[in-house]
Protein backbone atom coordinates (compact mmCIF):
# COMPACT_ATOMS: atom_id res chain seq x y z
CA UNK A 1 0.00 0.00 0.00
CA UNK A 2 1.44 3.63 -1.23
CA UNK A 3 1.64 6.26 1.46
CA UNK A 4 0.46 9.19 0.68
CA UNK A 5 1.58 11.70 2.98
CA UNK A 6 0.23 14.56 1.01
CA UNK A 7 -3.13 14.13 2.75
CA UNK A 8 -1.45 16.89 5.84
CA UNK A 9 -1.31 19.47 3.04
CA UNK A 10 -4.81 19.15 1.77
CA UNK A 11 -7.39 22.14 2.78
CA UNK A 12 -10.01 20.89 5.06
CA UNK A 13 -12.55 22.00 3.08
CA UNK A 14 -11.80 22.19 -0.50
CA UNK A 15 -9.36 19.14 -0.64
CA UNK A 16 -7.08 20.89 -2.40
CA UNK A 17 -3.24 20.64 -1.70
CA UNK A 18 -1.94 23.88 -0.06
CA UNK A 19 1.81 24.86 -1.16
CA UNK A 20 3.47 24.52 2.34
CA UNK A 21 0.98 22.39 4.18
CA UNK A 22 0.35 25.28 6.49
CA UNK A 23 -2.90 27.04 5.81
CA UNK A 24 -3.72 30.61 6.44
CA UNK A 25 -6.28 32.73 7.26
CA UNK A 26 -9.70 30.72 6.27
CA UNK A 27 -7.69 28.32 4.76
CA UNK A 28 -6.76 25.30 7.50
CA UNK A 29 -4.78 22.22 6.50
CA UNK A 30 -5.18 18.97 8.30
CA UNK A 31 -0.98 19.55 9.35
CA UNK A 32 -2.72 22.74 11.14
CA UNK A 33 -5.67 20.44 12.30
CA UNK A 34 -3.33 17.69 14.15
CA UNK A 35 -1.46 20.60 15.58
CA UNK A 36 -4.38 21.82 17.15
CA UNK A 37 -5.21 19.07 17.97
CA UNK A 38 -2.38 18.32 20.06
CA UNK A 39 -2.49 20.93 21.77
CA UNK A 40 -6.14 20.00 23.20
CA UNK A 41 -4.08 16.82 24.07
CA UNK A 42 -1.18 18.23 26.13
CA UNK A 43 -3.51 20.99 27.60
CA UNK A 44 -5.58 18.36 28.86
CA UNK A 45 -2.94 16.08 30.18
CA UNK A 46 -0.69 18.69 32.01
CA UNK A 47 -3.84 20.20 33.77
CA UNK A 48 -5.04 16.92 34.73
CA UNK A 49 -1.95 16.36 35.92
CA UNK A 50 -1.26 19.31 38.21
CA UNK A 51 -4.81 18.07 39.79
CA UNK A 52 -3.68 14.89 40.38
CA UNK A 53 -0.54 16.06 42.04
CA UNK A 54 -2.30 18.36 44.34
CA UNK A 55 -5.28 16.00 45.33
CA UNK A 56 -2.69 12.87 45.09
CA UNK A 57 -0.69 14.54 47.92
CA UNK A 58 -3.10 15.68 50.22
CA UNK A 59 -4.68 11.96 49.93
CA UNK A 60 -1.36 10.43 50.52
CA UNK A 61 -0.25 12.35 52.94
CA UNK A 62 -3.39 12.34 55.37
CA UNK A 63 -3.34 8.09 54.90
CA UNK A 64 -0.30 8.00 56.81
CA UNK A 65 -1.42 10.68 59.82
CA UNK A 66 -0.49 9.11 63.33
CA UNK A 67 -3.67 8.76 65.23
CA UNK A 68 -6.07 10.06 62.90
CA UNK A 69 -7.78 6.54 62.04
CA UNK A 70 -11.28 8.99 59.87
CA UNK A 71 -8.86 10.63 57.37
CA UNK A 72 -6.92 7.70 56.93
CA UNK A 73 -10.04 5.40 56.66
CA UNK A 74 -11.40 8.69 53.93
CA UNK A 75 -8.23 8.23 52.20
CA UNK A 76 -8.30 4.52 51.40
CA UNK A 77 -12.13 5.30 50.18
CA UNK A 78 -11.26 8.11 47.88
CA UNK A 79 -8.64 5.28 46.57
CA UNK A 80 -10.63 2.56 46.39
CA UNK A 81 -13.63 4.36 44.80
CA UNK A 82 -11.07 6.12 42.18
CA UNK A 83 -8.85 3.00 41.14
CA UNK A 84 -12.13 0.68 40.74
CA UNK A 85 -14.40 2.97 38.35
CA UNK A 86 -12.86 2.76 34.88
CA UNK A 87 -11.80 6.05 33.79
CA UNK A 88 -14.46 6.02 30.74
CA UNK A 89 -17.42 5.62 33.05
CA UNK A 90 -15.93 8.60 35.58
CA UNK A 91 -16.02 10.70 32.48
CA UNK A 92 -19.59 10.16 31.65
CA UNK A 93 -20.62 10.23 35.35
CA UNK A 94 -18.64 14.02 35.69
CA UNK A 95 -20.27 14.88 31.72
CA UNK A 96 -23.77 13.59 32.43
CA UNK A 97 -24.57 12.77 36.04
CA UNK A 98 -22.48 15.25 37.97
CA UNK A 99 -24.14 18.30 36.17
CA UNK A 100 -27.64 17.14 36.28
CA UNK A 101 -27.05 16.89 40.01
CA UNK A 102 -25.09 20.09 40.80
CA UNK A 103 -26.79 23.05 38.57
CA UNK A 104 -23.99 24.87 39.14
CA UNK A 105 -21.69 22.77 37.27
CA UNK A 106 -23.83 23.11 34.29
CA UNK A 107 -21.87 26.36 33.25
CA UNK A 108 -18.66 24.09 33.13
CA UNK A 109 -17.51 23.26 29.73
CA UNK A 110 -16.27 19.64 28.61
CA UNK A 111 -12.84 20.50 29.01
CA UNK A 112 -13.34 21.56 32.67
CA UNK A 113 -14.96 18.06 33.37
CA UNK A 114 -12.72 15.94 31.78
CA UNK A 115 -9.97 17.21 33.04
CA UNK A 116 -11.42 16.85 36.97
CA UNK A 117 -12.20 13.29 35.76
CA UNK A 118 -8.66 12.68 34.68
CA UNK A 119 -6.99 14.20 37.16
CA UNK A 120 -9.25 12.63 40.26
CA UNK A 121 -8.62 9.51 38.50
CA UNK A 122 -4.95 9.66 38.46
CA UNK A 123 -4.85 11.33 42.03
CA UNK A 124 -6.26 8.12 43.53
CA UNK A 125 -2.74 6.78 42.05
CA UNK A 126 -0.64 9.39 43.12
CA UNK A 127 -1.55 8.60 46.39
CA UNK A 128 -0.93 5.20 46.17
CA UNK A 129 2.43 5.49 45.49
CA UNK A 130 2.80 8.78 48.22
CA UNK A 131 1.79 6.21 50.79
CA UNK A 132 4.47 3.97 49.77
CA UNK A 133 6.96 6.58 49.79
CA UNK A 134 6.24 7.78 53.08
CA UNK A 135 6.37 4.19 54.49
CA UNK A 136 9.35 3.14 52.75
CA UNK A 137 11.27 5.93 54.96
CA UNK A 138 12.86 4.91 57.81
CA UNK A 139 10.58 5.95 61.18
CA UNK A 140 13.84 7.51 62.73
CA UNK A 141 12.35 10.28 60.72
CA UNK A 142 9.84 10.95 61.80
CA UNK A 143 10.84 10.79 65.27
CA UNK A 144 13.79 13.49 64.48
CA UNK A 145 11.37 15.79 63.54
CA UNK A 146 9.01 15.69 66.65
CA UNK A 147 12.25 15.62 69.03
CA UNK A 148 13.11 18.51 67.31
CA UNK A 149 9.91 20.17 68.34
CA UNK A 150 8.47 20.15 65.06
CA UNK A 151 4.75 20.03 64.77
CA UNK A 152 2.79 17.12 62.04
CA UNK A 153 2.84 19.70 59.29
CA UNK A 154 6.11 20.92 59.69
CA UNK A 155 7.90 17.44 60.06
CA UNK A 156 5.83 15.93 57.17
CA UNK A 157 6.71 19.40 54.97
CA UNK A 158 10.73 19.67 55.78
CA UNK A 159 11.39 15.96 56.63
CA UNK A 160 9.36 13.26 55.42
CA UNK A 161 7.99 14.41 52.03
CA UNK A 162 11.17 15.88 50.58
CA UNK A 163 12.35 12.54 50.80
CA UNK A 164 9.21 10.35 49.94
CA UNK A 165 8.76 12.37 46.48
CA UNK A 166 12.44 11.65 45.85
CA UNK A 167 11.93 7.72 46.34
CA UNK A 168 8.44 8.40 44.31
CA UNK A 169 9.95 10.06 41.43
CA UNK A 170 10.31 7.11 38.63
CA UNK A 171 6.82 5.54 39.35
CA UNK A 172 5.44 9.01 39.28
CA UNK A 173 7.35 9.49 35.78
CA UNK A 174 5.44 6.31 34.67
CA UNK A 175 1.86 7.58 35.40
CA UNK A 176 2.85 11.33 34.23
CA UNK A 177 3.35 9.40 30.79
CA UNK A 178 0.01 7.89 31.52
CA UNK A 179 -1.71 10.48 31.72
CA UNK A 180 -0.94 11.44 28.29
CA UNK A 181 -2.66 8.11 26.72
CA UNK A 182 -5.51 7.99 29.56
CA UNK A 183 -6.33 11.60 28.21
CA UNK A 184 -7.35 10.27 24.76
CA UNK A 185 -10.59 9.20 26.11
CA UNK A 186 -11.59 12.90 26.17
CA UNK A 187 -12.90 12.23 22.41
CA UNK A 188 -15.76 11.04 24.37
CA UNK A 189 -17.23 14.55 25.04
CA UNK A 190 -15.80 15.87 22.08
CA UNK A 191 -13.01 17.50 23.30
CA UNK A 192 -10.63 18.08 19.81
CA UNK A 193 -7.96 15.72 20.68
CA UNK A 194 -5.72 13.97 19.25
CA UNK A 195 -7.79 10.49 19.53
CA UNK A 196 -10.92 12.80 17.74
CA UNK A 197 -8.74 13.72 15.67
CA UNK A 198 -7.55 10.66 13.87
CA UNK A 199 -11.33 8.71 13.80
CA UNK A 200 -12.84 11.92 12.32
CA UNK A 201 -9.85 12.69 9.53
CA UNK A 202 -9.14 9.24 8.81
CA UNK A 203 -12.65 8.74 8.09
CA UNK A 204 -12.89 12.17 5.87
CA UNK A 205 -9.52 11.73 3.71
CA UNK A 206 -9.51 7.89 3.12
CA UNK A 207 -6.13 7.66 4.82
CA UNK A 208 -6.53 6.52 8.59
CA UNK A 209 -3.06 4.33 8.26
CA UNK A 210 -1.03 7.85 7.30
CA UNK A 211 -3.17 9.67 9.88
CA UNK A 212 -2.92 7.29 13.07
CA UNK A 213 0.76 6.66 12.60
CA UNK A 214 1.04 10.61 12.68
CA UNK A 215 -0.79 10.70 15.66
CA UNK A 216 0.99 7.76 17.63
CA UNK A 217 4.02 9.54 16.40
CA UNK A 218 2.66 12.59 18.63
CA UNK A 219 1.50 10.18 21.55
CA UNK A 220 5.08 9.01 21.79
CA UNK A 221 6.82 12.50 21.41
CA UNK A 222 4.62 13.66 24.37
CA UNK A 223 5.34 10.75 26.29
CA UNK A 224 9.10 10.99 25.85
CA UNK A 225 9.13 14.64 26.69
CA UNK A 226 7.93 13.84 30.05
CA UNK A 227 10.17 11.34 30.74
CA UNK A 228 13.12 13.02 29.79
CA UNK A 229 11.75 15.92 32.31
CA UNK A 230 11.45 13.36 34.99
CA UNK A 231 14.40 12.09 34.65
CA UNK A 232 16.06 15.37 34.77
CA UNK A 233 14.31 16.23 37.84
CA UNK A 234 15.47 12.67 39.64
CA UNK A 235 19.03 13.11 38.43
CA UNK A 236 18.95 16.76 40.19
CA UNK A 237 17.11 15.78 43.51
CA UNK A 238 18.89 12.18 44.07
CA UNK A 239 20.14 12.29 47.69
CA UNK A 240 23.95 10.55 47.04
CA UNK A 241 23.88 7.18 49.57
CA UNK A 242 20.44 7.02 50.58
CA UNK A 243 18.35 3.60 50.76
CA UNK A 244 15.40 3.71 51.69
CA UNK A 245 14.62 1.29 54.41
CA UNK A 246 11.27 -0.64 54.18
CA UNK A 247 9.93 0.05 58.22
CA UNK A 248 7.17 2.22 57.68
CA UNK A 249 7.28 5.60 58.65
CA UNK A 250 3.47 5.52 58.49
CA UNK A 251 2.74 3.24 61.10
CA UNK A 252 1.68 3.44 64.51
Known sequence: MNMDWTVFCKDT???????????????????NWIFSAWGWTVSVSLTALLIALVVGSVVG???????????????????????????????FLWYHVVPALIPAMRALPPFILVVIALGLFTSARI??????GIQALPRGQRYAGMALGLTTPQY?????????????????TSESMN??????????????????????????????????????????????????????????????????????????
Open 61 to 91: VIRTLPDSPWLVRFGNAWVELFRNIPLLVQI
Open 127 to 132: AEQLRA
Open 13 to 31: LTGDVVSGCLGEGRDITYL
Open 156 to 172: YRHVILPMAYRIIIPPL
Open 179 to 252: IFKNSSVAFAVSIPELTQYAMQVGEETSRPIEIYLAVTVLYVISALVINRIMAFIEKRSRVPGFVAAGTGAGGH
